[in-house]
């Protein structure tokens, strides 16, 4: 006759026990701080998506400018200037990147290459600039020479080209208003554009 009591309790404890289970799955610290977690993250990236595009202001339209620079007049455009313009320099080509601001801007990922020549760090793969006068690349072997190349198209696709990088002693060429603008896509170094 004992046996039977036991086979009755055994039967009453079991769905209260697999209720408490699921109790404590559900109810787990763990548990609800992952799903705080979750329900956080999936908040952030729903906000980042739809929230910010109609609270950020168009960045307004500068005029373009078109003139060859010298490492040191191409520091004054690194985005903390009234205008915000940020130019970028890049295989001996100065782009304006300022619809790249959020990037090369002041507080962008890549703050360090605005107003300053960036080749050096495409090439490396490295998120710094030099601080030479005139960086060369001559040290650079072919493999990082080749990934400039692929930096300065993708530059020109994307960018405005405002003009040529000077090397110490160089003269700045004349771009007049109605003189079109350099539309050749091709990488070639800026010394061969200037014997055409």
């Known amino acids: 006759?004992?046996?039977?009591?036991?086979?009755?309790?055994?039967?009453?404890?079991?769905?209260?026990?697999?209720?408490?289970?699921?109790?404590?799955?559900?109810?787990?610290?763990?548990?609800?701080?992952?799903?705080?977690?979750?329900?956080?993250?999936?908040?952030?990236?729903?906000?980042?998506?739809f929230g910010k595009t109609s609270v950020e202001a168009p960045t307004p339209e500068l005029p373009k400018i078109r003139k060859d620079m010298t490492v040191a007049e191409l520091r004054q455009y690194d985005g903390t200037q009234p205008d915000g313009r940020v130019l970028v320099a890049v295989n001996g080509w100065i782009f304006d990147v300022t619809r790249g601001r959020?990037?090369?801007?002041?507080?962008?990922?890549?703050?360090?290459?605005?107003?300053k020549d960036a080749s050096r760090g495409?090439?490396?793969?490295?998120?710094?600039?030099?601080?030479?006068?005139?960086?060369?690349?001559?040290?650079?072997?072919?493999?990082e020479m080749e990934s400039v190349k692929e930096w300065e198209a993708q530059f020109r696709e994307k960018y405005d080209l405002v003009g040529r990088l000077l090397k110490p002693g160089e003269e700045p060429?004349?771009?007049?208003?109605?003189?079109?603008?350099?539309?050749?896509?091709?990488?070639?170094n800026p010394d061969d554009k200037k014997e055409q």
């Not at 039967?11 to 404590?24: A, D, Q, R, Y």
């Not at 600039?129 to 001559?138: A, G, N």
């Open 173 to 188: 060429m004349n771009y007049s208003d109605e003189e079109p603008e350099e539309t050749d896509n091709s990488t070639s």
């Open 122 to 143: 495409l090439a490396t793969f490295s998120v710094t600039s030099t601080d030479k006068e005139y960086d060369d690349l001559s040290d650079l072997n072919s493999m």
């Open 1 to 49: 006759m004992t046996a039977t009591p036991e086979t009755k309790s055994a039967h009453t404890e079991t769905p209260t026990s697999s209720s408490s289970i699921v109790n404590e799955i559900l109810y787990s610290p763990v548990n609800l701080v992952l799903t705080v977690i979750i329900v956080l993250l999936v908040y952030k990236i729903f906000r980042s998506r």
């Open 102 to 115: 959020r990037f090369y801007g002041p507080d962008g990922p890549y703050a360090a290459f605005g107003g």
